[in-house]
């Protein structure tokens, strides 16, 4: 009796369902990589939020006066977006590299690919996590106000591991098969970081916002920051991020079909 073998798509969706479904294994992962990074430290990843900290408070009197903004303004928004790019850049740089930091497991160990993605995407919730602390520090001074736009945080959050999985899954691949694109992303999340609403505001462009509004990374950045300072994320800026969302997904399925047995090789 002839064995039917499951098609490339039936195998790609696989791996990602049970990638996914593996939460004993890729939460666990996760914090034993930050654990291995500061072992023997005595406060751990806070070093990082005491990093962020230091240089939101020596940042902000400063472009708040460079600006012509109001500090109690500006302070609050300084402290959320630099805290939201350190989330999305290093998303950025560690799920494309997640293949190739994993070559190891890959090589000898069978699991879904897509763990390893999600590996990286819950070690950058964590250290956003311990990030957010300074913001909390930032909003006892300036308090914001209370509402409940305030719950869409979490789901911005939320959306912006959702499309750090297909993200990771697709230039993952790509940079395990073409060594000079992991370089290439980098220098181009640098470049993003200047051109992104960081440091500076959308309302300052004045007739020329739209430069910011076709940059998806300030709708991925917005939806998390707006509902923090203001009555919550424009309706523009949900809907970029779901079409984002949809085009990513279908975009990766695609490739992981075509690709994924070939990524054990690549590595």
Known sequence: MQTVRPSNLALALKDLKDGVSSIHIWPMLGWQEIRQRYRRSVIGPFWLTISMGVMIGAMGPLYGK?????????????AISLVLWMLVSN??????????????????????????????????????????????????????????????????????????????????????????????????????????????KVEMLGRFAWAAQINPLYHFIEIVRAPLLSDGASLLSWGAVLLITLLGYTVMIMFFTRFRARIAYWV
């Open 66 to 78: 460079l600006f012509g903004q109001d500090l109690s303004v500006y302070f609050p928004h300084l």
């Open 91 to 200: 998303l950025i740089n560690d799920c494309s590299n997640a293949f190739i930091a994993a070559a190891g497991f890959i090589q000898q160990i069978r699991l879904p690919l897509t763990i390893h993605i999600l590996r990286a995407i819950w070690k950058n919730l964590i250290i956003f996590a311990h990030n957010l602390v300074v913001v909390v520090l930032v909003f006892l001074f300036y308090p914001p106000e209370m509402g409940w736009h305030m719950l869409q945080m979490p789901l911005g959050v939320f959306m912006i591991a959702v499309n750090s999985l297909w993200f990771g899954v697709l230039v993952g691949l790509f940079c395990a098969r073409f060594r000079d694109i992991p370089q290439i992303v980098a220098s181009v999340v640098q470049i993003a970081f200047f051109l992104t609403p960081v440091f500076w």
